[in-house]
Each structure stands twice: as C-alpha cells, then as structure tokens.
C-alpha cells in the first residue's frame, strides 16, 4: 500500500512514541500538538521535553499546530488525545481531512454524557471515513526506550488493519489484528478502573498475591460488562483485555495506577491528580461505567466500591477486605456457563 502522508493528532507521551515509530519506518508524519511553542520546540530540538524528554525525534516527524497542515492530504490519521476532548479534535480535523481517510483512535476511554466510544465518535463525525482503534499494554515510557511490545489494531476494514500493520510493526514493536471493535475498546477503557484499585492497594502494602487475586477478579468483571454491552468475552483474554490490564495494575509507569498509590497514602484526589500531572482517564471511566452498570444491572463489586471510596467518603482501607467478602465464589464464570448451556442443550 503506498502512503505518502500520516498524521498524528495530540501531544503527549503515547503520541510522540507512535508518530516516532512511524517516522522511523520511513513515512513522513505531521504531529499536530495544540500547543505552538511546543511544536517549535519538538521541530528545533527533536525531542519533546514535556511528556518524554531526552526521547530523539526521527527528522520525519514535523511538528506543527495548524491542522490543516497535519491532516489535508494524510491517508491515515491517529487520534490520540483525551477522551473529553476527543470529539472537538475529530470536528476540527474533519473540514481538513480528505472524507474517506482511515483514522484510528489509540484513545482508552469513553465520552461524558454519551457513554460512546473514540470509534462511535469518529464514525458519527466522519461518516465516510474507514474506522479503526489501536489498544493494547502500551506504556509510552518503555515503548521509547525500545523493550518489545505487543499492540492490537481493531477495524472491520481489512485495507486499515493492514495499512496500520503496514507503518507501525517495527522489531520492537508488534501489530496483532482484531474485529471485535467492542471488545477492544471496552477492554481498553475499563482496565484503567482497575488500575486504581490496584495501586490504592499497593499503597496500604498488598503484596503479589492481592495484586494476582485483584487483576483476575477484575478480568471477570471486565468481560461480564463487556459481554452485556455486546462484545466478546473472549477479547478479554487478549492484548488489549488481560495484557492491558496486567500492566497497568502492576506498575507506576501506569498514570491510573499512580493516582490509585497516591490515595492508598492518603493523598486527596485533588492533590493525586495534581502531582500525576497527566490526565488519568480511569476517573471519568469509573463515574460513567459505575452508573451504566446500574442501570443494566451487571454486577461489578470492584468498580462499585472504588466509587465509593473515591466519591462517597467511604475509607479506603476496607476497600479490598469488604468487596472481596461479597464477590461471587465462581471462579472461570464464563467458561462455567458455557458449559452449563451445553449440558442443558443435550
């Protein structure tokens, strides 16, 4: 496939690695950041300082803060921005971008007042445009140092999976496809809720086997939601499922992780969020999923008593104790009714 242009669209840590890996396989890129005095810097200095400083840029990438300078004329597009202002980027970019681009969000989180996902957003806005989503237990920090990493590209469109394949599989860095849009995303989104819970665990001195039992339990509550919500369960058991979720719940490199240490110390989530510095899409995430759990019914103790701890008061160091005692004692839950089905059926 011969691509002459990409753009990268947002300025911070995971961004900058994957306009950078691109760059390196010899496809020019235009990285759009919001901020002017910033794209000068990352085109004077080829690094940028902020998010990943002492990262060396590729002389591909070209920073700028014009979007029509970013997208008119890119083939593929990434969206890697918040999720809260997500949308205003995409409906920028659209009066720029030519209609029938492929743009991928690498976006983990889900739309304020909507509960859409980056993939719903950029369909709804750019109707045309071939969608797809890149997720998986990419931590931006070590993909700039270069250590192997596994990602997952996600479309219907079998030209976008293998055009992302196409530009980002690098030695370090490997591409896995995928369909379950769904599954993907969600996986993505809902790993970063549990991240918190992990740290906060970490921070009141849990050892290995908490942090084992927590990222299970967690999985199980993961693919029971994500089945409700129409994906498959078995996504979960993949990069952007279980291997997401293990990472991030077992390192401070993870921004979700740390705000979750910085309340298990007794930080206020004021203070957490101001000394993470970074937005931590987990706290938008918990509120949304907290109330569309509810409101289906899906049984998701974990998730429920992190709400509580972080917007009802409750204290944080009967967290785990007590939402254990109340989980449910199955332990493969999906793999156990599967089979129950079969029996019935015969």
Known sequence: MDIEKVAVLGGGSFGTVIANIIAENGYPVYFWMRNPDMARQVND???????????????????????????????????????????????????????????????????????????????????????????????????????????????????????????????????????????????????NIYAIVAGMAAALGMGHNTNSMLITRSLTEMARFGRE??????????????????????????????????????????????EVGQVAEGLNTLQLVKHKADELSVYMPLASALYRVIYEGEAIDRIIPTLMQSEQALDVEFAAKDEKQLHHKE
Not at 240 to 250: F, H, K, N, P
């Open 45 to 191: 200095k080829r690094e940028n300082t902020q998010y990943l400083p002492g990262y060396h840029l590729n002389k591909n990438v070209t920073a700028t803060n014009h979007m029509q300078t970013a997208v008119s004329g890119a083939a593929l597009i990434f969206v890697a921005v918040p999720s809260q202002s997500f949308r205003a980027v995409v409906r920028l970019m659209r009066h720029f971008a030519a209609s029938d681009a492929m743009l991928i969000s690498t976006t983990k989180g889900i739309e304020r007042g909507t509960f859409m996902l980056m993939s719903q957003i950029l369909r709804q806005e750019a109707p045309r445009a071939r969608v797809g989503v890149l997720s998986g237990p990419n931590l931006a920090k070590e993909i700039a140092r270069r250590d192997l990493t596994g990602t997952v590209v996600a479309s219907e469109h079998a030209g976008v999976r293998e055009a992302v394949k196409q530009i980002l599989a690098s030695d370090y860095f490997r591409v896995y496809s995928n369909d379950d849009f769904f599954g993907i995303e969600l996986g993505g989104s809902l790993k």
């Open 229 to 274: 919500m129409g994906a498959d369960p078995m996504t979960f058991l993949g990069l952007a499922g279980v291997g997401d979720l293990i990472v991030t719940c077992s390192t401070p490199l993870s921004r979700n992780y740390r705000i979750g240490f910085l309340l298990g110390q007794g930080k206020t989530l004021d203070e957490a969020v101001a």
